[in-house]
C-alpha cells in the first residue's frame, strides 16, 4: 500500500520537479512538491540499499545500511554548504538528532506501549550505543564550542577538522567492532536464527534503482535548497527552524515510518537501532564528514552550534541515555520522549 | 508523641499570629511563629491526607497524596506570588527541590545505613523516576534559561507557559501510568499483601481537618510572606537564601521527618518515594501550575531561574540519577548527598 | 627489567640534576632530566609504599597507597603554588584527572581488549566510584565555578576553603567506608582468598626508601617549577598545555603503566581501581589539600578552574559514568575513552 503511494509520489513529483521549476511556479508550491518528491525517493532508496544489504550478507549489508543509511541528509546538506547556508546544515544536522532521539524513538516507545505493556531490546546494544551518543554530543560537540570561544575563526575550523578526523575513525572503528571483531557477542540467542530474508530486488535492479533514485535526489535537493529563503520569508520561519523541523523530517521520513511499525510489532531491537543508530550515523559520520567536504568549498563549516542546538542535544542526550538504560520501554517513556521534543520545538519556532 | 507536640504547636501558634500580628510583635518573632504554626499545620494536613486516602483505596488515595502533598508550599508561594516576590518563589522551588533530593534523601539513607549495611528499593521507581527528573530538570528547566537569553520578556513567559502545560500534561500522565495501566507491574511481590491499614481518622473528620488547616495555612502563610523583607535585613539574608533555606524547610519539615522515619525502619521505598516523588510534584506540578497562576497577577513568573539554581538543580539531580540507579543504599551514599546540600547551602548563603 | 632501566635512571638522574643547575646548563635539558628523574624516583614511592601497604595489612596499606599514591603530583604541586603559579596547579590537577579517567582506564581497557573478548570488574565498585566521581567534579567543582561568578575574590576563596574542607571528610569517609564499615561487603567471593602476597622489601628498607625518594623528588620538583617559563616560551607551550599534559603524565607515569599492564593479565578490579580510584584521590584530596595549603603562601587558590578545563572535566566524568557503568569493558571502549582524550588534547594545546 504505502509502497504504491511511493511509486506514484515518485511518477509524479520527479516530472513535476522540473516542470514547475522551468515554469517558474510558485516557490511554496515548489518547495512542498520538492519535500514529497525527495521522501518517496528516499523510500526507495532505503528498499533498495535494504535489498542489497540481505544479498550481500550481514557484514557488508551493515556497512551499507551505515552509508547509505543517511544519504538524503548528506546530499541535501552538501547542496545547502555548496550555498553558503552553514546555518541551515548546522540546524538540520541538530534536527536529525533530536528528531531521531526523542520524536522517532519517543513514537516507537509510546505506539508500541501503547499495544504491549512492556517491550524490551537488547541491553547490551542500549549500553553501547549510550556510550557512543555520550561521546558524540557531550565531548566532540562541547568541547568545540566552550574551546573556540577565546579562538580565531582559522583556529576553530582546525580543531573542528580535527575532531571530525577523530569521529569518523571512531564510527568506522564502531563498524569494526559490530561488524566484525564483537559481531553476535552480545546478541540473545533466539533472535539469530530468524535472518533467512528474501530480498525484495535482484542485485542488479537494486543497485539501477539506488543510482537512479540518488541522481533524482541530487537534482530535487538542490532545487530544494533554493526555495529556502522564500519560503522562510513567506511563513516566518528562521533559518534554524527550516533546518531543524523541516530538512530534518523530509529527510528522515521514511526511516520515522519504519521504526514506529517495528515497535508495533515488537521488535524494539530494530526499533531502536533505526532511531538511535541514525543518530550516531548523524553525529559521528554525517557531521564530521560535512566539515572535511566544506575544506572544498568557499565557506568554511566549524563544528560549532549555537548554544539553544548545543543545550538541546545535550539535554536530549542525557535523556535518553536514563531512559534507555535498562533495556524496557512503556508508554509513558515514549510520552516523555515526546514532551521533550515538543518542548524543544516551541523553543526553536520562538527564538 | 509528636502528634501531641504539633497538637500543642497548633493550640498555641494559630492564636499567637492572630494575636501578635495585631498587636506589631517584633518581626522576627514573628517570622518564628509563622514558621513553627505552618510546620504543625502542615503535619495536620499530611495526616488527614492520608487517612484520606486509606479510606478512598490505593488509586484516589494516590491522587490525593499527589495532590495534597505539596499544598503548603503551594498556598505561601501563591501569596509570594501575589505580592510580586517572584525571587523568593523560584527559590523556595529550588530550595525544595535541593532540599528533597539531597536533603531528605541524604537523611534518609545516612540514618538507615547507620542501622543497616545494605538498604535495597524498588529499582523500576527509581529509572522511573531518574527519567522524569532528567526530563524536568535537565530539558524543562533548561531550555527556557537557555532559549530565552536572547527573547523578550513576553515571548520567554509565553514560552514557559507552553512548557508549563506540557509538564502538567506530563505530570498526569505519570498518574495515569503509575495508578492505572501500570499499576502494581513493577512491584515485587510480597509488599502488596501488608496493605490493610487502618485510617487515623473518619473521613468526615479528615476532611474537615484538612479544611480548616488548608485555611489556616492560608491565612498564616500571607502574613509570612510580609516579614520576609525585614528578617532579611535582619539577619543579613539574601532573597535567594530565604527561598532556597528556610522557606523549603518550612513547607517541607513534616514530611521530610517521615521519610527519614521511613529509612530508620528499612522501608526504603517508601523513603524514597517521599523524596523523589516530592521532588517530581515541585517539577513537574507546582512550579509550572505557579506559572500558568501568575497570568491572573500583576506580575508574570517565567519559569526562569538564576544561573545558580539551575547549575545547583542539575547537578543534584545528576547526582542522584547516578546514586539511586543500582536500588541500594549505605550511610556513605547518603552521607555523599548530604555533602553535596551542604556544599550548595555554603554558596547560596554567600551569595 | 623495567626496575633496572628506574634504577639506571635514579642513579644517572639525581647527580645530573644537581651537576646541571649547578653549570647552569640548557633549561629544555634540564627540563627532560628532571623529568625523567622525578618518573623514576615515583617507580621507586611506588613500591616502597606498596611492600609497607603488603607488610602492614589491608586496612593500614589501603590508607597508606590513599596518602601516598599521588604524592609526587602533590610535592610538583606545593612547590608550583610557592612560585604563585597558580594555573599550573590547577592545570596539572585537571590534567591528572582526564589523564587517569580516559587515558590510562582508556589504554587499559583498549590494550586488554584486544587479548581478552569481554573483560570484567566489580559492578558495585563501578557505582560507588561513579556517585563519588559525580560529587567531585560535577558538583564540588561545578559550584564555586558557577556560584563566584558574582563574587569579590576573598569570597570566592572563602567558598572554595568551604568546599575544600567538606571534600576532604568526605575522602576520609569514603575511606572509612572502603575499609572499615563495608570492607569485603561488595567483593566476589574468590578474590579474597589469593591475597597472599610477599612484601618486595622489608619495613625498614621501604621506610628508608619512601623517605630518600621524597626528599629527591621535591628537591628536582623545585627545580622542574622554576623551567617551566623558558620551556614555554621555547616550544610555544602555553602554562595550561604544560599543567595538562606534562605535568600530569610526568606525576602519573609509573601508575600508568601499571594500570595497562593489570588490564593486560585479566585484573580489571585493580586496573579500574589504579585509574579511578586515582582520579577521586586527586579530586577529593589533593586539590582541596592544595586550596587549604594556599592559605599559607602569598598567592590563595580558589577552586575555580578555566571553563575548557571544567567542561573538559565534567565531559570526561559523564562519559566514563556511562561507559563504566556496566562493569564490562572491551577494546572499542577504551578506543572512545582514548579519543575524547586526543580531542581534549588537541583543543588544549590550540588553546
Redesign the interface.
Known amino acids: 500500500m504505502t509502497n504504491k503511494i511511493f511509486f506514484l509520489m515518485v511518477i509524479a513529483g520527479v516530472p513535476l520537479s522540473v516542470i514547475g521549476s522551468l515554469m517558474h511556479w510558485s516557490q511554496t508550491l515548489m518547495f512542498i512538491i520538492y519535500c514529497l518528491t525527495i521522501v518517496s525517493l528516499a523510500a526507495y532508496m532505503g528498499r533498495a540499499t535494504e535489498s542489497l544489504a540481505v544479498i550481500a550478507g550481514p557484514r557488508i549489508g551493515g556497512l551499507l545500511n551505515a552509508t547509505f543509511g543517511n544519504a538524503v541528509e548528506l546530499i541535501i546538506s552538501i547542496f545547502a554548504l555548496k550555498e553558503g547556508l552553514i546555518g541551515i546544515v548546522l540546524a538540520s544536522l541538530t534536527g536529525s538528532v533530536l528528531g531521531n532521539l526523542l520524536l522517532v524513538a519517543g513514537l516507537s516507545f509510546f505506539i508500541g506501549g501503547i499495544k504491549y ?2 517491550q524490551h531490546f537488547n541491553v547490551h546494544d542500549a ?2 550505543n ?3 551518543l ?2 558524540a554530543v ?3 560537540f ?3 564550542e ?2 573556540s ?3 580565531t575563526e582559522t ?1 576553530s575550523f ?2 573542528s577538522v ?2 571530525s578526523i ?2 569518523i ?2 564510527y568506522l ?2 563498524l569494526f ?1 559490530k561488524l566484525v ?2 559481531r553476535g ?1 552480545y546478541q540473545r540467542g533466539e533472535e539469530s536464527t530468524e535472518e533467512h530474508e528474501e530480498p525484495e530486488w535482484s542485485k542488479g535492479k537494486s543497485i539501477g534503482i539506488l543510482a537512479l533514485a540518488t541522481v533524482a535526489v541530487a537534482y530535487v535537493s538542490e532545487s530544494l535548497v533554493h526555495t529556502f529563503e522564500t519560503v522562510g520569508e513567506t511563513f516566518g520561519w528562521s533559518e534554524l527552524f527550516i533546518g531543524i523541523i523541516i530538512v530534518a523530517i523530509v529527510g528522515n521520513a521514511a526511516e520515522h515510518a519504519s521504526a514506529v511499525i517495528m515497535a508495533f510489532k515488537d521488535k524494539m531491537d530494530v526499533a531502536v537501532e533505526i532511531a538511535v543508530g541514525s543518530t550516531l550515523q548523524i553525529a559521528l559520520f554525517v557531521a564530521p564528514l560535512l566539515v572535511l567536504i566544506s575544506i572544498f568549498f568557499p565557506v568554511n563549516m566549524s563544528l560549532i552550534f549555537t ?2 542546538e548545543l ?2 542535544m545535550g ?2 542526550v ?2 535518553t ?3 534507555a ?2 533495556g524496557e520501554t ?4 515514549g ?2 520522549l515526546l ?2 521534543y ?3 520545538g ?3 519556532y ?2
Open positions: 505493556k512492556r549500553r553501547h549510550s556510550g557512543l555520550m561521546f557531550i565531548v566532540a562541547v568541547i568545540p566552550v574551546f570561544m577565546e579562538m583556529k582546525n580543531l580535527g575532531i577523530i569521529l575513525i571512531l572503528a564502531a567492532f571483531t564483537h557477542v548554544l539553544p543545550i538541546a539535554s536530549a542525557l535523556l541515555v536514563v531512559i538504560n535498562d512503556n508508554w509513558f517513556e510520552m516523555t514532551a521533550a515538543v518542548i524543544m516551541i523553543g526553536f520562538m527564538l
